[in-house]
């Protein structure tokens, strides 16, 4: 334990978290819209290769986190239409959703196995690199740590300040007075479903650009729902994503980093803390002994038609 | 209205699976065959992925049947996958704890602790909920990963078969006769758990039409609070909803980890609980419902292994076209309802 | 009630492959079964090269099929069956966690002739086992290692602590050590054969501890796309084309060439001779094969890997050769002493000088 890399740690902490942060936050704009959805690992594998089969063949990693949104999106398109359009239930819209991604991504994928991936390079900060401490921490990843950690400053921002944040989260608390009052349920709901597809793909780009960085079949390995995990134990809040990413990474993290330092860990209980966490935390949420906490959406996963 | 709905949706599947078969360079009516018909009616294959059909589709209506009780009443378990795995370490446990000793008590005993098993895991997201008012949905869904790992856990430490050099994985039941649940008739793949299947689905037909337990749980699901005023306890709903659906997970887990999948391994839970919910769904929460889904998937399931078999085709395309036959079938559900309620309102 | 289940299945089984065995008089069938992804980019992948081998030598002689991401348990044993009725004449099954499945269909087909890799259990007269000596291989990568390292320092990302991998580990240590004493190995366990975000994550771990080699026995290329992004990592390659990340990070690796015993073993179907055996093979019958050897390795050492591998295939030195204690310090093979196959098989103890404790 001497010589333990603690900032080391810290760093790859973050790493880890990043994937999990964006998938994260943006099915937490979908479920503040009331909808549930659970294909998150089927977008995000499918942003994995969309964006390395596209930075593969362009060169252009920014052209491939692009085609991982658009991959994500298509897909998220489909859960959309389906659960708004077509009413099916959401639970099981979402799970079948997985099962296609999953299946799309190892089809498109065939031809990308084994090779080599792109080099993605840190974003020259400057001086702020040899800070003492924070820059190995903070100052040395590559942009989209920086921009994930920005979309989460627009989620909340949105959210909170801007008429457009209020509808839908009016929308997610309760679809009937919302629609009564004008706004339009269905395109709010299918623009937050979207913008989760685009974040779980970015988020699955991540690892097939960044931290793998290479295309393997199933190399999500259940990222998408720990993202899931990761929107509950934020209790809805869009900078809890970012401290549960952290939290949930660098726990990942952390047991590796033990072994690497010569501790013996018990992985597997090591790894059930960020989930039974969870689960205390929303029980501290729901029972309501925190004031002004928020809570699940009240209508998380309600299908909404107009007529009723 | 329902069957037209759903030969709408098979067709649609199979015209879109054709195109995605022929885009491999397959014989789109050749795959289409392969995985409908030969599990069914091939000479040589049929007699044996017959009764595979009954063994791959009994743990999954099994679960839909306890799943979709809490469904009809808006009580979301969806965590039933957790709920298959600790039935099947309680149940296996159970069993374990006895080797190498033969009694006719120890398969009976398994069974009860695999639906204990459940039911106890099961009553952590119900209680949350009467307690604390916690989210059903999200409580259950953790709590399979924390089961996935205790799974993990038990079959590298605890469970790891003493004689197994080293490798992951419990003792397997084949080789310990009073636990294991074998094949009752040979080649029928009928089994303790198919039987406890069929059993479930009288069970919940006569619930659901005649008891009142099944009067207050659609009661709840379409009018939660004319429920309350009629006196159905929400709690108690929640309570004994979770409870069926955790103990049927539970019963479904130990089955299959003590008759087809032999033994306690990493991963022998291969999605159950989760593909459960869509039979449930697909099955449009009615049992009847509910069993031909379960045969339907299980015969994509098995349909589909035939065809990657025979035509090498990419596990992943038989993926991508189970997935394609899904959404076709829960988009299709939208038709009967639409028809039925314009139907009554024609009435009216 | 086993045995009921066993004659009821008897009578049955050959009235349904008589159909198809008429059928497939000149053409000889060989199945595989495989636990992941064809395209893993290594143990499935090694193992469908083995395939296409087998394809490439017998031609119109041979038909293959396969499976792929066949999980353990119930759905293995429903596939093995489905090959089997399906007119496979000898099905590999290549995983572990196959060896009850294989055994199960093994007793309702008697006529074909199944091979279980990595197993144990050959029940009855139609089963065989195979596995290949890879910790042969791993003494030898671990040679290089420790001479390659600067911060004597090598990482090692592991899968499960099974005797397979416990072997791994100690051979490529005590060759390391051979070659450096002063070298250190620490060990990641990762749980898993295959996840290349936490095996990426294990590997940057590693190197962020010092660790300026990483080896690796899991399934992903992940720690060597980590490697490559750290620039002055080397690692090794554990299937024949892993040449994609260039000489520069990858110095050598350690290829299970199944190939020739694939052949074999359908050669034997075909003539009639086949018969059940268990086979643990190394580099003397090429089922181990070690990469090239690239230039970033120098000479010196390049020749001692070399002269090690050559030893090794003659038989001159057995790998695990005393004086070697255990981690406990207790002796575990005397001055000259060899190891044999049962120890192993059963392996479940460090060597000295390994530190950490081995996960139980």
Request: charged residues 15%; aromatic residues 10%.
């Amino acid at each position: 334990m001497t010589d333990f890399p603690i900032l080391a740690l810290l760093a790859g902490m973050i790493v880890a978290a990043t994937p999990i942060l964006l998938a994260g936050i943006g099915e937490l704009v979908v479920e503040k819209a009331g909808v549930l959805n659970l294909g998150v690992e089927g977008m995000m594998i499918v942003g994995a290769i969309c964006g390395f089969a596209v930075a593969y063949e362009t060169q252009s990693v920014t052209l491939g986190y692009l085609g991982a949104a658009m991959g994500g999106a298509a897909l998220a398109l489909v859960f959309g239409v389906l659960t708004q359009f077509l009413m099916t239930n959401q639970v099981a819209t979402g799970l079948a959703l997985t099962l296609t991604g999953l299946g799309v991504a190892a089809l498109i994928g065939q031809p990308y196995i084994g090779i080599r991936g792109t080099t993605v390079g840190a974003v020259p900060l400057g001086p702020m690199r040899e800070i003492p401490v924070l820059g190995p921490v903070l100052f040395r990843h590559d942009a989209m740590v920086y921009i994930s950690i920005l979309i989460v400053a627009c989620v909340w921002y949105v959210l909170r300040f801007t008429r457009a944040g209020l509808v839908l989260r009016a929308i997610g608390e309760n679809h009937h007075a919302a629609h009564a009052l004008g706004c339009k349920v269905i395109v709010t709901r299918l623009a937050a479903i979207v913008f989760g597809g685009v974040c779980a793909g970015l988020g699955g780009a991540y690892l097939s650009l960044v931290r793998v960085p290479q295309w393997a079949e199933g190399m999500t390995a259940g990222a998408g729902w720990i993202a899931l995990a990761l929107v509950v134990f934020a209790g809805w809040r869009a900078w809890g994503v970012l401290v549960g990413a952290c939290l949930f990474g660098g726990l990942t993290a952390l047991q590796l980093f033990l072994q690497a330092a010569g501790v013996a860990v018990l992985g597997e209980y090591l790894s059930m803390i960020p989930y039974v966490m969870t689960i205390v935390a929303l029980v501290i949420i729901s029972s309501g002994r925190v004031r002004a906490a928020p809570c699940a959406p009240a209508s998380l996963g309600l299908p909404f038609t107009a007529a009723t | 209205m329902t069957v037209l709905a759903q030969l709408i949706a098979v067709t649609a599947t199979m015209v879109a699976g054709g195109i995605l078969f022929w885009f491999l360079g397959k014989n789109p009516f050749e795959v289409i065959r392969i995985i409908f018909w030969d599990p069914l009616f091939d000479e040589n294959l049929s007699s044996y992925a017959r009764p595979q059909l009954l063994v791959k589709a009994a743990p999954l209506i099994l679960i839909a049947l306890g799943l979709s009780l809490g469904f009809r009443a808006g009580i979301w378990n969806i965590g039933a996958e957790g709920q298959f795995i600790i039935g099947a370490i309680f149940g296996a446990g159970a069993g374990l704890a006895f080797y190498p000793a033969e009694s006719a008590i120890i398969f009976p005993l398994m069974v009860f602790a695999g639906a204990l098993g459940g039911f106890l895991w099961a009553m952590i997201p119900a209680i949350l909920k009467t307690r604390f008012n916690t989210n059903e949905i999200l409580v259950s869904l953790l709590l399979v990963y924390v089961a996935e790992l205790i799974l993990a856990s038990m079959s590298l430490g605890l469970m790891r078969n003493p004689e197994g050099s080293g490798f992951p994985g419990s003792r397997n039941f084949r080789s310990y006769p009073s636990a294991h649940n074998a094949e009752l008739i040979a080649n029928t793949g009928i089994h303790w758990g198919v039987i406890t299947t069929v059993f479930a689905l009288a069970v919940a037909c006569v619930l659901l039409q005649r008891h009142m337990l099944g009067y207050q749980i659609r009661l709840a699901g379409q009018a939660a609070r004319a429920a309350r005023f009629s006196g159905v306890n929400p709690a108690g709903l929640v309570i004994i909803c979770l409870g069926i659906s955790g103990s049927a997970a539970g019963l479904a887990g130990m089955f299959e980890v003590s008759g087809p999948s032999g033994q306690i391994s990493i991963d022998f839970n291969a999605g159950y609980g989760f593909t459960a919910i869509i039979v449930a769904f697909l099955g449009r929460l009615n049992p009847i419902g509910i069993m031909f889904a379960g045969l339907l998937l299980a015969l994509t399931y098995i349909g589909g292994e035939l065809a990657s078999l025979r035509l090498g085709l990419p596990s992943a395309a038989i993926q991508v076209f189970q997935g394609m036959f899904l959404f076709f079938m829960l988009a299709t559900d939208v038709l009967v309802t639409f028809c039925l309620r314009w139907r009554s309102r024609m009435a009216i | 009630m086993k045995k009921r289940l066993f004659l009821a299945a008897a009578a049955v089984v050959p009235a349904l492959v008589a159909g198809d065995a008429a059928m497939a008089q000149d053409k000889t069938k060989a199945g595989f079964v495989y636990f992941g992804p064809v395209g893993d980019g290594g143990w499935t992948y090694e193992h469908d090269l083995g395939r296409k081998a087998v394809e490439a030598e017998f031609g119109d002689r041979v038909e293959t099929i396969y499976q792929e991401s066949v999980p353990e348990g119930a759905d293995a044993e429903r596939v093995i069956t489905h090959m089997a009725l399906s007119g496979a004449d000898i099905i590999f099954t290549t995983s572990f966690g196959y060896m009850d499945a294989t055994n199960a269909v093994a007793a309702r087909f008697p006529e074909v002739k199944f091979e279980h890799a990595t197993g144990y259990k050959r029940e009855h007269p139609n089963v065989s086992t195979y596995a290949a000596r890879f910790y042969e291989g791993r003494a030898i990568i671990g040679y290089i290692a420790g001479s390659m390292t600067r911060t004597n320092r090598i990482g090692y990302i592991a899968a499960f602590p099974i005797p397979e991998v416990i072997r791994g580990i100690n051979a490529s240590y005590l060759w390391a050590r051979k070659a450096n004493p002063d070298v250190e190995m620490t060990v990641i366990w990762v749980y898993t054969w295959f996840d290349p975000a936490k095996e990426a994550d294990a590997a940057q771990a590693l190197i962020d501890a010092g660790a300026d080699v990483v080896m690796q026995h899991t399934d992903s290329t992940a720690p060597q796309a980590v490697a490559q992004k750290a620039g002055t990592v080397w690692t090794f390659g554990q299937t024949s084309d892993g040449a994609a990340f260039g000489p520069k990070l990858r110095l050598s690796s350690i290829i299970d060439d199944w190939a020739p015993y694939y052949i074999d073993r359908v050669r034997a179907v075909m003539d009639g001779t086949w018969e059940s055996s268990a086979t643990w093979d190394g580099i003397d019958q090429g089922m181990v094969k070690i990469g090239e050897i690239t230039d970033e390795v120098p000479a010196e050492v390049k020749a001692g890997a070399l002269a090690l591998k050559e030893a090794i295939a003659s038989g001159e030195t057995h790998v695990f050769t005393g004086p070697v204690n255990r981690q406990d310090g207790s002796v575990w093979l005397a001055e000259g002493e060899t190891a044999d196959d049962a120890t192993l098989l059963g392996m479940n103890f460090y060597v000295e000088g390994l530190t950490g404790t081995l996960p139980r």
